[in-house]
T-cell receptor, first 108, second 115 residues
């Protein structure tokens, strides 16, 4: 079993739909990161969470430390949101352990 | 403030040659991380460096791979005697000196192809 598990692996949505991507981890963490990898391969850091909830535009990230679970939500999804979304657990020494990623496709 | 820069963006090597990948962190960042993404696989941590120090190299293969982050100049990931299995995208990320508590900023990656 991987230390960081994401679901679903693939997700197809229609424009405007509310999207949720889930991440569970089995290690002790100092923070949980959400990243976006574009079709061209570039990686953008979306959020870093150690507790509670963060919001940036149409993106919302939550974390439940007791349950070792985090979710990334996208409201009013748009085709430009199509990308791979990756969660990563930051453990001691700033090391990141990554999930396998969720391929999101938003159709117009 | 320029972002994290990596060069070259694409590198082709024949088996047995050496590959040198460079990473210039964001201005003011003194922490550098290297990650590898094999084809059709997720990202994997390789090494974490601060200026002139290797902090954590637990993700680095024991042979042929080395990394440095000198006092002046970019961080270098060096792969000696490359093999086909080294073909991958190599990303570096940087963060400020008061990390943890800060986001890691990723470079565009170097795509290494070993023929």
């Amino acid at each position: 079993k991987n230390e960081v598990e994401q679901s679903p692996q693939n997700l197809t949505a229609q424009e405007g739909e509310f999207i949720t991507i889930n991440c569970s981890y089995s290690v002790g963490i100092s923070a949980l990161h959400w990243l976006q990898q574009h079709p061209g391969g570039g990686i953008v850091s979306l959020f870093m969470l150690s507790s509670g909830k963060k919001k940036h535009g149409r993106l919302i990230a939550t974390i439940n430390i007791q349950e070792k679970h985090s979710s990334l939500h996208i409201t009013a999804s748009h085709p430009r949101d199509s990308a791979v979304y990756i969660c990563a657990a930051e453990t001691s020494g700033s090391r990141l352990t990554f999930g396998e990623g969720t391929q999101l496709t938003v159709n117009p | 403030n320029a972002g994290v820069m990596q060069n070259p963006r694409h590198l082709v090597r024949r088996r047995g040659q050496e590959a040198r990948l460079r990473c210039s962190p964001m201005k003011g960042h003194s922490h550098v991380y290297w990650y590898r993404q094999l084809p059709e696989e997720g990202l994997k941590f390789m090494v974490y460096l601060q200026k002139e120090n290797i902090i954590d190299e637990s993700g680095m293969p024991k042979e042929r791979f080395s990394a440095e982050f000198p006092k002046e100049g970019p961080s270098i990931l060096r792969i000696q005697q490359v093999v086909r299995g080294d073909s991958a995208a190599y990303f570096c990320a940087s963060s400020p000196p008061y990390y943890p508590g800060e986001t890691q900023y990723f470079g565009p990656g170097t795509r290494l192809l070993v023929l």
